[in-house]
């Protein structure tokens, strides 16, 4: 197998592939089962400050081309997470903590604490899609920027942010402004494209049962979104701002072309939840083999190499 092992922001992955924040990652359990397994990472749920249960059920539903959810933000709490990080550390492959908040001020409190904790990243998610009656902070730049400004002094670690996608170029422009002003290390790109609709025909009824059905969607629809957004992130900072590329990847080709975009990692959400934790292993073996068949020794030498017309 070839070596895809990959560095962001100074912190050195054993794989290039990771779970994305959300799956299979809430309880302590299955976050030492992502230690023991093919990842490269292990990636926190995103946390708040208080243990929350979520939306109520069902609230995650998969389909042929991909998956909707409301979880709802269940997790453990901050503090609960900032105990297990020393013991995950133990599995000698990063650990990102993903920061989430109900209510801005949320952000700085948990960022300095769960900072305090040792972890070898932090994800600070701005675009949870399923919060009733709360919209995403991706969507609004000034917002975004007033609060990174108060998180980035309480994180001395490399401090990443996760982003919904954006449909047009004028919004990549100024998200990606506020982030050059912001002292961001790393993206995570995308989130769920927020607030699809799946519907039974059958049943005549909506599929999950937040928000009267709405929910973010995941998976193989999804890449063509998430691709554009890493490309047009990796433009915009010109190739110097590490990407993690997350939507879409189903099998090994697929991550192949989030590198192309310009992506030195990946993360996998509905796949990994459809799949398991043997996903790593197989995406592992098919990205090997692509690059071996094209006659690339490493991601490095590819990342970016997008060719345009
Ligand atoms: O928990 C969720 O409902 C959730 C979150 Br915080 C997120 O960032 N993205 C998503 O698809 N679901």
Redesign the pocket.
Known sequence: MMNLSTTIAGVTFPSCFMNA??ALCVTQDELESLGRSGAGAIVTK?MTIEARQ?NPEPRYYGFLGGSI??????NLGYKAYAELIPHLKRFGKPVIASV?GLVEDDFPTIAEFINAAGPDLIEV?L????IPGKPQIGYDPEASERLLKRVRPKVTVPMGV?LPPYFDPAHHQVMGAVLGRCGVDFLSLI??VGNGLVVDPERETVVIKPKGGFG?L?GRIIKPVALANVRAFYKFFEGKMPIIGTGGIVEGIDAFEHVLCGASAVQIGTVLVEEGLDVFGRLEAELSAVLMRKGYQSIQECRGRLNEL
Do not use: F, V
Request: aromatic share 0%; charged share 5%; with cysteine.
């Open positions: 924040a959300g995103s979520g959810n409301s979880m709802g933000l269940p989430a998610n675009s949870c899609p399923n996760k989130n769920s973010g995941g």
